[in-house]
Each structure stands twice: as C-alpha cells, then as structure tokens.
C-alpha cells in the first residue's frame, strides 16, 4: 500500500486490513514511500496499534524492485520445503549458541561438581 492513499482513505483501508487479517493465516502490510518520515512512522504505529495481537506485519519498503524483492522472500520463507530448512537452521544456531555460552559452561560445571560431591 501507498503511504499517500492511506492517509487520503484511512478507515475505509483499515476495513480492508481486517477483512484481510481473517482471511489469511499470516499477513503482510508493506508500506511503500520514498521516504519514511514522521507521518508514515506514525502511520505504521497507528496501523501497529490498532491490530496488535493479530498475523499481521507492517513491513516499510521504499521503491517497487525492494516490494518484488520482499514479495518473493516471503513466499520462499514461508513455502514448506524452505520453512523446514530454516528451523533446522535455526535449531542448529540455538544449540550452538547455547553450548558455547559461558552461563551454560558455568552451568554444566556446578552439575558435575554437584554430582561428583553426591557420588563421594
């Protein structure tokens, strides 16, 4: 959506959100302006507010090769082969990120002195 139209059929586009949210099982807004100024970060806030909690991600995008662009990485994320590949992948960071954290070594090492004490 155009920032400038939006501010010109406010509710009437808000309706349209909606309608759209309940349709849909995950739903993207993106925001499209050569600049982001105050009003389209107020804009953004607003339409944020207004349907917090809900699927919906209000995405700002500047021009229409960075709308394509958005577009095609949201189908491929969202597509099933991909969706797998990248919870593997996220998986994979967490347990690595976690194994290698010094909490968790600080961890690992008061059980293993906590059992050693137990076992004497």
């Not at 970060?41 to 909690?53: E, P, S, V």
């Not at 082969?81 to 290698?100: S, V």
Request: contains cysteine; glycine residues 4%; positive net charge.
């Amino acid at each position: 959506a155009d920032t400038q139209d939006l501010f010109k059929t406010g509710e009437l586009f808000l309706g349209r959100i909606q309608k759209f949210i309940n349709v849909h099982r995950n739903s993207f807004l993106l925001l499209s302006a050569a600049l982001h100024g105050p009003k389209e970060w107020d804009l953004m806030f607003r339409i944020q507010k207004r349907f917090l909690g809900s699927n919906l991600r209000v995405i700002p995008v500047h021009n229409t090769a960075e709308t394509v662009k958005l577009m095609l990485t949201i189908a491929k994320t969202t597509s099933k082969p991909h969706i797998d590949n990248i919870r593997y992948r996220m998986l994979m960071a967490k347990d690595q990120i976690t194994e290698q954290s010094p909490v968790w070594k600080m961890l690992h090492k008061i059980q293993l002195d906590c059992s050693f004490s137990i076992n004497q």
